[in-house]
């Protein structure tokens, strides 16, 4: 495999797998980052290497039971400041997957109890509801490949192309959904940031209900019993719903419905919501501020992370927006740090 290359124009990498060690990965650009500090201050070394750290523990309870082709992908491997999580998948037999033993032996190793692939909150258990994830953070369940972001992500099929495909080791499998995510809840979802996203989003929905019925009816004429065929959709079902929730999400941004956040969080994801409320291209916003296109397309591929409050009150007048805050004083309350909770600072780049 390649090794792995620095960040396009648009802020990913050129498709491809790139073979890493996890401590590789900690001391490459996705962690440490794409230059010098002073050409990135917001990025965010040290949370990228905790979530290498978590990832972990996911790649040691995998080993555990026998699964070693682990990808990741994702918002992780862009060039965003600070990405909520790390995407992946792996491969697994069918069967295994099917019957839930796959399942079964991961939580025999977990001591959270936490794995899952249940979309509907009757699949999930009192360990599993309460969970955040066997490595301690949330991941999202599009089974990827490098730089295809969401594009024809889903469990048993091969992003560069529409067939039902397995791998040596037999059907890829997304990581699990760790815990729903309100539709409202605009600090932890993908965004989808334009007109173009939008109408290629749903046309993705639409082929993975197709993909839904091919995938059904491949697996029932190999023998696999209802309830498997439900189990092996479980995943398709995850990133499907998860699609669903962002177009959902940009038709109500369109339509100016907004949610209520709390002390910022989120105010990136406003911000952009409120330029596609405003029917503004990021060409149109970057004239008004004075600035490349090009910055605000980073800008909102990081959902402003980072940002100055007297940054942000240029967006907002650009856009001509007033925004409003209100301010709520509560009892104070005790404030202590647990050991648990410290993390080891990233690495420095080597020379």
């Given at each position: ?34 230059g010098l500090p002073r050409d990135h201050p917001s990025w965010d070394a040290a ?105 024809q992500a889903s469990m048993c099929t091969d992003t560069r192309s529409s067939s ?188």
């Amino acid at each position: 495999m390649p090794a792995l290359l620095g960040f396009t124009r648009d802020g990913v990498h050129p498709h491809g797998d790139y073979a890493m060690t996890l401590d590789e990965l900690q001391d490459s650009i996705l962690v440490l980052g794409p230059g010098l500090p002073r050409d990135h201050p917001s990025w965010d070394a040290a949370w990228r290497y905790a979530l290498v750290d978590n990832l972990r523990v996911m790649v040691d309870q995998l080993r555990q039971v026998g699964i070693d082709e682990i990808f990741i992908d994702g918002s992780f491997v862009e060039d965003k400041d600070h990405p909520n999580d790390i995407d992946g998948y792996f491969a697994c037999d069918p069967l295994r997957f099917a019957t839930g033993q796959l399942e079964h032996d991961l939580n025999r190793v977990d001591p959270a109890k936490s794995w899952t692939w249940a979309t509907r909150p009757e699949g999930r258990t009192a360990a599993t509801r309460s969970a955040s994830c066997p490595c301690g953070m949330r991941t999202a369940s599009s089974s990827i490949r490098t730089t295809q972001g969401f594009s024809q992500a889903s469990m048993c099929t091969d992003t560069r192309s529409s067939s039902p495909r397995g791998s040596a080791s037999g059907v890829r499998t997304a990581f699990p959904r760790a815990s729903s995510r309100s539709s409202v809840d605009q600090g932890a979802r993908a965004m989808i940031r334009s007109e173009s996203e939008y109408q290629q989003a749903v046309a993705r929905l639409e082929a993975e209900r197709k993909r839904f019925a091919e995938h059904a009816k491949s697996w029932k004429k190999q023998g696999f019993t209802a309830a498997q065929v439900a189990k092996l959709r479980e995943p398709l079902e995850s990133f499907h719903l998860q699609l669903a929730e962002e177009v959902e999400s940009y038709e109500r941004l369109k339509r100016g419905q907004f949610g209520e956040f709390e002390n910022l969080q989120g105010l990136g994801q406003v911000l952009i919501g409120l330029r596609i409320a405003r029917g503004m291209t990021q060409r149109e916003l970057a004239r008004r501020l004075d600035v490349d296109e090009t910055a605000v397309s980073r800008d909102e591929r990081n959902e402003y992370h980072g940002i100055t409050v007297d940054r942000a009150r240029k967006v907002l007048d650009a856009l001509g927006v007033r925004l409003v805050t209100r301010v709520e004083v509560e009892p104070l309350r005790a404030v202590g740090v647990s050991a648990a909770s410290a993390r080891r600072a990233p690495r420095k780049k080597p020379g």
